[in-house]
């Protein structure tokens, strides 16, 4: 994620790039890909009978359970051993990747080399989740070339079943991504989806529940245009987002009041730049105030408020003047290489629960806090929410 740009990067992200197209990430394909653990999801969130529930942790191990689906083809249990104890250590990792720790290391790489404790155990957590992939990478190799063994004529052209069965069919094809892929390039490669795709939709459907409980005018439009559009019938599709402004208006501005990374990711100037003057080295490490951005009153008004209709016009439909001021997927060669994918997920995810369930706030405690934890990365406090089934309402 934040490696110096050079051609293993490069190429990994038309790898991957080319891997999404074909799985075709932004088509009802992905619909058939995602609904066993949405619905699973929603199984879960029913079982709660709507008492109060903290959605951390449900949310947690569904969006990890999400990049399992897309990278390998397979979910967990949730009550999986062996998959809890990895959720453990990708949390520990993220806490302190958020950390002034992890934001120090990420300036000061040599810090990883000094006695401390939390570094030590951040190592460690690393290697336990890269073990646990390179043996579900090796596994699959294998069978791999046993299928090619008994028919050498499997087309390397054909559309893969999950990224894993996209990447391994390019192993050792240097004209395909201008070098050369090995297993232990894969599992790393699988670790950065991990951590960067978990924690981002993650975090980004507890911010958007607490927006719902809070706004409910927010969440009963986005319930009648969902009925109108889709109903309860049958189930939503990705193929159903351009016909739902709203909601896409509604995802929008949980991304812009949020702000989960506020700095972005970092950038490095690959020579010596001159802006107005002021000269910045090569090689310096260099942010971008998304926050800041986000918050501008001078592009948004009232931008502490949480209003989805700013990304709509006169007609109802989606402002792309107003989507252009965002960035929450960054810009330029480094921007988000899963964008198309986190979008059409968080749709389907928002979607799939607000079919089932209203969404509200307990009775008789303070509504919770729209003041997000400080850190590298923005998060909620905790709080917990109510799921009403919307058939009981």
């Given at each position: 994620?934040?490696?110096?740009?050079?051609?293993?990067?490069?190429?990994?992200?038309t790898?991957?790039?080319?891997?999404f197209?074909?799985?075709?990430?932004?088509?009802?394909?992905?619909?058939?890909?995602?609904?066993?653990?949405?619905?699973?999801?929603?199984?879960?969130?029913?079982?709660?009978?709507?008492?109060?529930?903290?959605?951390?942790?449900?949310?947690?191990?569904?969006?990890?359970?999400?990049?399992?689906?897309?990278?390998?083809?397979?979910?967990?249990?949730?009550?999986?051993?062996?998959?809890?104890?990895?959720?453990?250590?990708?949390?520990?990792?993220?806490?302190?990747?958020?950390?002034?720790?992890?934001?120090?290391?990420?300036?000061?790489?040599?810090?990883?080399?000094?006695?401390?404790?939390?570094?030590?155990?951040?190592?460690?957590?690393?290697?336990?989740?890269?073990?646990?992939?390179?043996?579900i990478?090796?596994?699959?190799?294998?069978?791999?070339?046993?299928?090619?063994?008994?028919?050498?004529?499997?087309?390397?052209?054909?559309?893969?079943?999950?990224?894993?069965?996209?990447?391994?069919?390019?192993?050792?094809?240097?004209?395909?991504?201008?070098?050369?892929?090995?297993n232990?390039?894969?599992?790393?490669?699988?670790?950065?989806?991990?951590?960067?795709?978990?924690?981002?939709?993650?975090?980004?459907?507890?911010?958007?529940?607490?927006?719902?409980?809070?706004?409910?005018?927010?969440?009963?439009?986005?319930?009648?245009?969902?009925?109108?559009?889709?109903?309860?019938?049958?189930?939503?599709?990705?193929?159903?987002?351009?016909?739902?402004?709203?909601?896409?208006?509604?995802?929008?501005?949980?991304?812009?009041?949020?702000?989960?990374?506020?700095?972005?990711?970092?950038?490095?100037?690959?020579d010596?730049?001159?802006?107005?003057?002021?000269?910045?080295?090569?090689?310096?490490?260099?942010?971008?105030?998304?926050?800041?951005?986000?918050?501008?009153?001078?592009?948004?008004?009232?931008?502490?408020?949480?209003?989805?209709?700013?990304?709509?016009?006169?007609?109802?439909?989606?402002?792309?003047?107003?989507?252009r001021?965002?960035?929450?997927?960054?810009?330029?060669?480094?921007?988000?290489v899963?964008?198309?994918?986190?979008?059409?997920?968080?749709?389907?995810?928002?979607?799939?629960?607000l079919?089932?369930?209203?969404?509200?706030?307990?009775?008789?405690?303070?509504?919770?806090?729209?003041?997000?934890?400080?850190?590298?990365?923005?998060?909620?406090?905790?709080?917990?929410?109510?799921?009403?089934?919307?058939?009981?309402?």
């Amino acid at each position: 994620m934040v490696a110096k740009y050079g051609p293993k990067v490069h190429g990994f992200r038309t790898l991957l790039l080319g891997t999404f197209r074909r799985l075709g990430v932004n088509t009802p394909r992905l619909d058939g890909l995602l609904r066993p653990e949405l619905a699973a999801l929603v199984d879960s969130v029913d079982l709660q009978g709507g008492q109060p529930t903290d959605p951390k942790a449900l949310l947690s191990i569904s969006a990890s359970n999400m990049i399992c689906t897309l990278a390998f083809g397979k979910r967990f249990d949730y009550d999986d051993a062996n998959f809890q104890n990895f959720l453990r250590k990708l949390n520990n990792i993220f806490e302190i990747s958020s950390s002034p720790l992890g934001f120090l290391t990420l300036n000061i790489p040599a810090i990883v080399h000094l006695p401390i404790s939390a570094i030590k155990d951040t190592i460690s957590d690393c290697n336990f989740m890269l073990d646990f992939l390179r043996a579900i990478v090796d596994e699959r190799w294998l069978a791999l070339e046993a299928r090619r063994r008994s028919d050498p004529n499997i087309a390397e052209w054909e559309d893969p079943s999950d990224l894993l069965d996209g990447y391994l069919r390019k192993i050792g094809c240097e004209d395909v991504v201008g070098m050369s892929v090995s297993n232990e390039d894969i599992a790393h490669h699988f670790l950065d989806l991990f951590t960067a795709g978990t924690e981002s939709v993650s975090h980004f459907l507890q911010w958007e529940l607490l927006y719902l409980t809070t706004h409910p005018e927010a969440q009963a439009k986005a319930h009648e245009e969902l009925d109108r559009v889709v109903g309860r019938a049958r189930l939503p599709s990705v193929n159903d987002r351009p016909n739902m402004p709203y909601m896409r208006a509604l995802l929008e501005e949980v991304h812009r009041v949020s702000s989960f990374s506020p700095l972005g990711i970092p950038r490095m100037t690959a020579d010596i730049v001159d802006i107005d003057g002021y000269i910045i080295p090569k090689e310096t490490m260099v942010f971008s105030s998304v926050w800041d951005l986000h918050k501008d009153p001078d592009k948004w008004e009232n931008p502490d408020s949480f209003d989805p209709s700013r990304f709509l016009d006169s007609n109802g439909q989606v402002d792309e003047s107003k989507l252009r001021q965002l960035q929450a997927f960054g810009l330029g060669c480094r921007s988000c290489v899963g964008r198309q994918f986190a979008e059409s997920s968080v749709f389907l995810y928002t979607a799939f629960l607000l079919q089932r369930f209203f969404f509200k706030s307990p009775e008789g405690v303070p509504p919770p806090s729209l003041v997000e934890d400080p850190g590298v990365f923005l998060t909620p406090k905790p709080f917990k929410v109510c799921a009403i089934r919307r058939d009981s309402e």
